[in-house]
Structures are given as structure tokens and as C-alpha cells.
């Protein structure tokens, strides 16, 4: 893995509080010294925090900071720090945001629903977040606790050949230890690995549709998908698509913000005039 890096900060950072936040764009992650904010803490493997005058910083963890007047998730607990740093490039990747600096505030606007998220203002040389809201919930759904698939001490036999076979089902785990091919194994229950919770869900069905059009344009099935890791050479992290349920046929098109909607708006001139198909 990657160092993390923390860019260049000016004196005036020093005597700042532990509860005031700095939008940073060198910080390559959310940063924080202050114990207390966190709201859950998992230990991390040693990964090198690394300041711009090339020193080391040990990272204590990572977890969720939730305040009044902020919400954060994925954030490295480093004890050393001296001040909270806020990373521009993470709050960008999780999720479509736009970050905007003038002269004297900063704000993120959440680009889906057009509405800001954070506001800050400009003390001296650093932008002091006043508010920052990233939505926690849904970071934590695309967030897994590694933490909770390691191996202890602690681990039965059992749970270590069922993670040696790749979470094979208890089931057939009880009739190999039967045929004594892993030698001397005493059965227990594995039920509650978080392996097979994560990978092993399954949704329900969709219930069958019964409704038929019988002509094109009758009905159409639009979706929308993104964003994207990986932008296009056109910048685009998003598409549309629409499905004719008479004649099956799709069309797709490109999107740079998940609310960009002139092509259903198009889409729907083009369809009431027929000239689609």
C-alpha cells in the first residue's frame, strides 16, 4: 500500500483548536489527531503517513468522525498530528462533489442534489471549515471492517479450514472432518462469519411483470448508472439508458454529472415525435 502524504502547512496552523477542520488539497486522506471525535476506531496495518519535510508520522487507526458540525468517514487517527485535516482529493472521491475556493470562503456542493454540504471561510492562509456534512451512511455501506476477517489466536480449527477452503459451507466442512482428511477437527458453528454475510446475500426476485405495450414508445425503461471510478476521455462518469419495451431497442448516452438531464429531456421530444426508431 501506498504512503499517505500531508502537504506543507503554515506557521499560523499551530495555534489552532483541535475542533477546527482545514480543507486541504495535499492531505491524500482525512487526518486527525483528536481521540474523542471519533465515533468508532478499527486499527489499521502500518501505513506510512508521510509529512512534507519527509517524516514519519505512526497511524493509531482509521474510523468516523461525526460532530455537530461535521461527518466524516474513513479518517486516519494520527496522534502526532497538530491540527484536523479534511482532504479535498477524498471528500472528491467519495462521491460526485464540487469543491469551490474564492477569495475569502470555500464551499462543497453536492452535485446530485445541488445543495452544499459544507461552507468555510478563509482565516489568514488556511480555509477553516465552519460545516461539513458527507454523508456517513453511505460510505460505511461501501466500507468493509478487514478488521473483522482477520485470524487470531482465537480462531477455532474449524473456522480456519473453512476460511482455508474458501468458505466452504458447513455442511460439507462436518463431512470432510467425518472422513478424517483434516485430521482431528472439532466441529463448531461458523454462522456468524462475516465472509459469507458479505459475499453470500442474496436479494429477493422481482416480481413478474405482466404488462405489455403494443407498439413502440408504449413504455420505456430508463436507468441511470455511475459514477464511474474511471472517467472517459470526455470527462464522463455517468450514463442513461432507455429500453423500448416493444422493440427491445436501447439507447445510451453519456454523462458527466448524475444531474444532467438534457437527454431525457431530448430523449422525450425526439420519442413524441416518433423519429427515434
Not at 480462531?155 to 466442512?173: D, E, N, T
Request: proline share 5%.
Amino acid at each position: 500500500m501506498s504512503a499517505s502524504s500531508i502537504g506543507q502547512l503554515p506557521h499560523s496552523s499551530s495555534g489552532m483548536s483541535h475542533s477546527e477542520w482545514v480543507l486541504d488539497s495535499s492531505a491524500s486522506h482525512h487526518m486527525s489527531p483528536d481521540f474523542s471525535s471519533f465515533t468508532s476506531v478499527s486499527p489499521l496495518s502500518s501505513i506510512p503517513v508521510i509529512t512534507a519535510d519527509g517524516t514519519p508520522m505512526p497511524l493509531a487507526g482509521v474510523g468516523f468522525v461525526v460532530t455537530p458540525h461535521l461527518s466524516l468517514s474513513n479518517v486516519y487517527l494520527i496522534p502526532q498530528l497538530k491540527l484536523n485535516l479534511a482532504s479535498i482529493g477524498q471528500i472528491c472521491d467519495s462521491g460526485d462533489y464540487l469543491v469551490m475556493f474564492s477569495g475569502s470562503f470555500c464551499c462543497v456542493q453536492d452535485l446530485q442534489s445541488q445543495k452544499l454540504i459544507g461552507t468555510g471561510c478563509r482565516e489568514n492562509e488556511l480555509y477553516i471549515l465552519d460545516e461539513l456534512k458527507v454523508p456517513v451512511a453511505a460510505a460505511a455501506a461501501t466500507t468493509v471492517d478487514l478488521s473483522s476477517f482477520r485470524l487470531s489466536l482465537s480462531s477455532s480449527s474449524f473456522y480456519l479450514w473453512h476460511s482455508r477452503l474458501g468458505h466452504v459451507s458447513s455442511s460439507r466442512l462436518r463431512f470432510l472432518a467425518s472422513t478424517g482428511a483434516l485430521g482431528n477437527l472439532k466441529t463448531c458453528d461458523i454462522s456468524d462469519c462475516s465472509g459469507c454475510k458479505l459475499a453470500k446475500f442474496s436479494t429477493l426476485p422481482f416480481n413478474r411483470s405482466i404488462s405489455v405495450s403494443s407498439s413502440p414508445f408504449d413504455l420505456i425503461h430508463s436507468d441511470v448508472w455511475g459514477p464511474s471510478p474511471v472517467a472517459t476521455k470526455g470527462g464522463s462518469r455517468y450514463y442513461v439508458s432507455f429500453i423500448d419495451d416493444h422493440t427491445r431497442y436501447c439507447w445510451v448516452y453519456l454523462m458527466k454529472h448524475r444531474s444532467d438531464l438534457r437527454y431525457m429531456q431530448l430523449f422525450e421530444l425526439l420519442s413524441k415525435l416518433n423519429i427515434l426508431l
